[in-house]
């Protein structure tokens, strides 16, 4: 582990019944940052994090937490780490507050300390107002902030969040954003899961990117998306697309990748905006009915087609 390294995770595998949900994963996290791994649904996240989070053996490698070993450490690391699980963890017919105060005295905390780290956690998700309404009341958003406030009552340096923006309406998604960057402006290092683009793009210091269990690439956004360079994402909705006509826009210069996904046609290639015009009168030509076609800049996505040949599954 380097000198500003918080966490390392060493060659982690998992194993179940001969199926390799993680495959030889290895990723260090510095202290103080904001790190995402990003993968659809399945891609091994979920493992990674759980293992992370002493919930989970490890079927080979090595993960150190603060220099803790999870295999032999899991009490003294959940002391120093706050845990947002995906699913809801909360008592619904409970008031926010309630929920808190049951959790907290998990935690050790009573009388004034506890009450006024509750106050303080329901200010910093924006929940005041409504903390003494039952939870069943509460939309999704409101639920997972207040499941962050849980993670966080027992003053933890490490936040671990799995898959945060699930389910969430646009003005909880940006409280919950707000709420990590705070956190992490005082000096929390945080690592979430995610298959959110808009999670990774606007949170993320370093982004991981997870498939089928492997790390296929790892570095800040810029850095990722000068892998693809000046790649463009051509999107295309049609019926009745030919093989043929597939075939011709293969061999078209500058085109990398076509794939084809029951009528949607993404076609990877250099300056799309050039080439555009010779695809669609070669798809006019065929006979395909064209719906929509939409032209996207470099992005994560993007990213992603290029690196696995498929597009982000949700």
């Known amino acids: 582990m380097t000198d500003d390294g918080v966490i390392t995770v060493e060659g982690l595998s998992k194993q179940y019944d001969g199926f390799k ?3 030889d994963v290895s990723f260090e996290i510095k202290r103080g940052e904001i790190f995402g791994l990003l993968g659809p649904n399945g891609a091994g996240k979920s493992t990674i994090i759980s293992i ?4 989970l053996e490890p079927t ?7 220099g803790l070993d999870v295999e032999n450490n899991a009490a003294d690391i959940k002391r120093i780490i706050g845990v947002v699980p995906q699913e809801i963890s909360l008592y619904y017919t409970l008031t926010a507050r309630e929920n808190l105060a049951f959790y907290a005295k998990i935690y050790g905390l009573s009388g004034k300390e506890m009450k006024n780290r509750i106050d303080e956690l329901l200010e910093m998700v924006g929940l005041t107002a409504r903390a003494d309404d039952r939870v069943e009341g509460y939309s999704g958003g409101m639920k997972r902030r207040i499941n962050i406030a849980v993670a966080l009552l027992h003053n933890p340096r490490i936040l671990f969040l799995d898959e945060p923006s699930t389910g969430v309406d646009p003005q909880s998604r940006k409280r919950i954003y707000d709420t990590i960057r705070d956190l992490n402006r005082q000096g929390m290092t945080v690592l979430l899961t995610t298959h959110q683009m808009e999670d990774a793009e606007k949170l993320c210091h370093r982004i991981a990117i997870v498939d089928k269990g492997k790390l296929i690439a ?15 994402i051509v999107h295309v909705t049609a019926k009745e697309i030919p093989t043929e006509a597939v075939d011709i826009i293969k061999k078209i210069d500058k085109v990398q990748k076509v794939s084809l996904d029951e009528g949607n046609m993404t076609i990877q290639l250099v300056h799309g905006r050039e080439l555009l015009a010779g695809i669609i009168d070669t798809l006019m030509d065929s006979g395909a ?3 929509s076609i939409q032209i996207k800049e470099p992005d994560l996505e993007t990213l992603f087609l290029h690196l696995t040949g498929t597009r982000l599954r949700r």
């Not at 992370?52 to 919930?55: D, N, S």
């Not at 080979?60 to 603060?66: L, M, P, Q, W």
């Not at 790892?218 to 463009?232: A, F, H, I, P, R």
């Open 60 to 66: 080979s490698g090595k993960v150190t937490i603060d």
């Open 52 to 55: 992370l989070c002493c919930l």
């Open 289 to 291: 009915k064209v719906e």
């Open 21 to 23: 949900a993680v495959d």
């Open 218 to 232: 790892l570095d800040s956004l810029d850095g990722l998306l000068k892998m693809v360079g000046e790649t463009d």
